[in-house]
């Protein structure tokens, strides 16, 4: 399985996708669904690892390397959305989070 | 099937990740949550080692379980939900969870029957004059990176630092205590 055929990575990484996606759809804590978007982001991440050193190609790494960076950015500017939400309403629950306007 | 330290390290990893990942979903305490994403984030970190990529297994470690976790937790605990809250117990959806369970174990099944009866075909990869393990030999794995980085995708490189740039703001921006006017 793993020395000459990427299957095995590439099963990992398509259940942890999975696993994040459900993670978002079903827990209405938004920490939790912000959790789960890194799931995935990783769980994307690996394959990319994984094609490059299958592929022995270097794209991959370039790819992983800018997703790690819109991460980054993409958690800050969340995090600060959620505390920000949080300092209005003093609670966190997405399903009452239906207005666009403070 | 031959037996290699690859494959046990594969296995290990493999049921590492799968579970620390459903920890992260099936957890109450969002604290064990971040905890379990941080074990996830560190078991995908070796998988980058065993796939022969240590400059992105460390920047995984340090960004990642570093960094960005640290940044969660200290959200989560500034966020500490009350005891008494129960958001999370009452369901408006009943069903909701069972058929998360099974559209997921779906999703996850039909993709890896599909990786299952597939295989890369050897001529997907890259030629030998700029493969990646010709580059790991001739100059070492992070020179052969950071050359990649700034000759091919010079210009993905720079715009991503503007998009630091402009997340840096957002960040100022929504933390500032709104001016009541």
Redesign the interface.
């Known amino acids: 399985?793993?020395?000459d055929?990427?299957?095995?990575?590439?099963?990992?990484s398509?259940?942890?996708f999975?696993?994040?996606?459900?993670?978002v759809?079903?827990?209405?804590?938004p920490?939790?669904q912000?959790?789960?978007i890194?799931?995935m982001l990783?769980a994307v991440?690996?394959s990319f690892?994984?094609f490059?050193?299958?592929?022995?190609?270097?794209?991959g790494?370039?790819f992983?390397?800018?997703v790690?960076?819109?991460?980054?950015?993409?958690?800050?500017?969340g995090?600060?959305?959620?505390?920000?939400i949080?300092r209005?309403r003093h609670?966190?629950?997405v399903?009452e989070l239906n207005s666009m306007k403070g | 099937?031959h037996i290699?330290g690859?494959?046990i390290a594969?296995l290990v990893?493999?049921v590492t990740?799968?579970f620390s990942?459903?920890g992260?979903?099936l957890f109450r305490n969002?604290v064990y949550?971040?905890l379990s994403?941080i074990l996830?984030?560190f078991s995908?970190a070796l998988?980058?080692l065993?796939?022969?990529?240590l400059?992105?297994a460390v920047?995984?470690v340090l960004?990642?379980t570093g960094?960005?976790m640290v940044?969660?937790l200290f959200?989560?605990t500034?966020?500490a939900p009350d005891p008494s809250?129960t958001?999370?117990q009452r369901d408006?959806i009943r069903w909701?969870?069972g058929a998360?369970?099974g559209l997921?174990v779906i999703?996850?099944g039909g993709?890896?029957y599909l990786?299952?009866i597939t295989?890369?075909s050897p001529a997907?990869?890259?030629s030998a004059e700029?493969?990646?393990?010709r580059?790991i030999d001739k100059v070492g794995s992070i020179q052969?990176?950071g050359l990649?980085?700034f000759h091919?995708?010079l210009f993905?490189?720079e715009v991503?630092s503007v998009?630091?740039v402009?997340?840096?703001i957002?960040?100022l921006v929504?933390?500032r205590r709104?001016s009541r006017d």
């Open positions: 399985m793993p020395p055929q990427p299957t095995g990575y590439l099963i990992v398509a259940v942890l999975t696993i994040g996606v459900m993670g759809l079903t827990r209405r804590n920490l939790i912000f959790m789960s890194e799931l990783n991440n690996l690892i994984t490059a050193h299958y592929l022995d190609s270097v794209d790494w370039i992983t390397f800018l790690l960076t819109v991460a980054a950015a993409e958690v800050v500017v995090l600060a959305i959620i505390v920000s949080f209005s609670n966190i629950d399903d | 099937m290699t690859t494959t594969f990893l493999a990740a799968t990942g459903l992260v979903i969002a949550s971040a994403l996830n984030l995908l998988f980058f065993v796939l022969n990529s400059f992105l920047v995984q960004i990642y960094a960005i940044l969660f959200v989560v500034m966020l809250d958001t999370e408006p909701q969870k998360a369970a997921g999703l996850a993709v890896s990786l299952f295989t890369l997907a990869k890259a700029d493969s990646l393990s580059m052969a990176f990649a980085l091919g995708f993905p490189f991503t998009l630091l402009v997340g840096l957002g960040a929504l933390g709104a």
